[in-house]
């Protein structure tokens, strides 16, 4: 069905679309009281709606803001994407969202999505650290700003909120050594994500500082899904080796390489103490529940949303790397410090 525009109610009302025009603007200045109220009264009744695309880029602005998220499997995601919307809605701004599947292609599609709606920033947890970075880099000189969150991506002139993975793992394993382990198995991240590698650092340091000998047959490649977690774990099972640890890059393989070991009857915490990076409230809905570091997600979209406008109102504004700490939340899945 066509929809109503200002010539209509001109044409309905005998009357120029300049006057509907400043009328359905609010010019108080230039339209009369009651002709501006039957100007309105016609505009509900023929169902007319604002264009609010076109008047923005009449305005040369579209008070649009990209969020781009890698998954929606775990909740830490959609509660960004929450805090994020309700930081922006009070500063006028609208959201659009997309979602690239841990897909590098799939991603690039949505920022070239993204940059043709002529958003006014983009808020990124990028999938993958450098197949899209010229990219990246060619929307930030397009005079689109750019901020990471939770994932970083090294040469790019724009600012990073996320926690200091290095430290959180080293403080993870940490607690798993003083509780007693000592074969600690670790699902390392993916390559390709940046903070994969940091808490394979957090994790060999940790052994390194209570002369805990580095073996490579414990560090396995972890995957992202549960279904990629289990396998990666049945993998290290054939091999025989004693383990009386797990520590897993992230939530999703880690619950994946949990319920596996329940299959094969092990006991957590009682023969294997697991836990991991990025838990949410997933790790609350299995038994026993699942010891994490979790993130300061609404702060670190809150602390997103300003950088991002910040640079809006002055592009020329300096890019900041802010690292935000995490917290522990110790639970079943680890044995108690002896």
Not at 178 to 205: F, W
Not at 282 to 309: G, I, R
Not at 314 to 324: C, G, H, K, T
Request: charged letters at 25%; hydrophobic letters at 35%.
């Amino acid at each position: 069905m066509k929809s109503t525009t200002i010539i209509d109610i001109a044409k309905e009302l005998g009357i120029s679309k300049s006057t509907v025009s400043r009328a359905l603007s609010g010019d108080t200045h230039n339209v009369k009281p009651e002709t501006m109220k039957i100007i309105c009264e016609t505009a509900k009744r023929m169902g007319y709606q604002r264009n609010e695309m076109a008047v923005n880029l009449r305005r040369q602005t579209t008070r649009n803001i990209g969020i781009i998220i890698p998954e929606v499997v775990t909740s830490f995601f959609m509660n960004f994407i929450q805090q994020a919307q309700k930081e922006l809605r009070k500063q006028g701004y609208r959201t659009i969202i997309a979602v690239s599947n841990e897909n590098p292609e799939l991603e690039a599609e949505n920022l070239q999505m993204l940059e043709q709606c002529r958003v006014e920033g983009i808020l990124i947890s990028v999938c993958h650290k450098n197949k899209n970075a010229s990219l990246y880099t060619s929307i930030v000189r397009h005079g689109i700003p750019i901020v990471f969150f939770d994932r970083r991506v090294e040469g790019i002139e724009a600012s990073v909120v996320c926690i200091d993975d290095y430290l959180m793992a080293f403080f993870m394993v940490e607690r798993l050594i003083r509780s007693g382990c000592r074969k600690i198995v670790h699902m390392k991240g993916p390559e390709h994500i940046s903070n994969g590698h940091d808490r394979y650092r957090g994790y060999r340091d940790a052994l390194e500082k209570f002369a805990i000998p580095y073996d490579k047959r414990y560090v396995i490649k972890g995957g992202l899904s549960a279904e990629e977690g289990g396998a990666a774990i049945e993998e290290f099972l054939s091999q025989g080796l004693e383990f009386d640890g797990l520590f897993g890059f992230t939530e999703t393989s880690t619950l994946g390489a949990k319920s596996l070991l329940q299959k094969k009857h092990y006991r957590i915490p009682e023969d294997v103490s697991l836990c991991c990076i990025s838990g949410t409230t997933l790790c609350t809905l299995v038994h026993p529940m699942v010891t994490a570091v979790e993130q300061p997600v609404n702060e670190m979209a809150t602390l997103s949303c300003q950088l991002l406008l910040s640079q809006i109102a002055d592009p020329n504004v300096a890019r900041e790397s802010v690292i935000l700490r995490g917290h522990i939340e110790e639970r079943e899945s680890t044995l108690t410090k002896q």
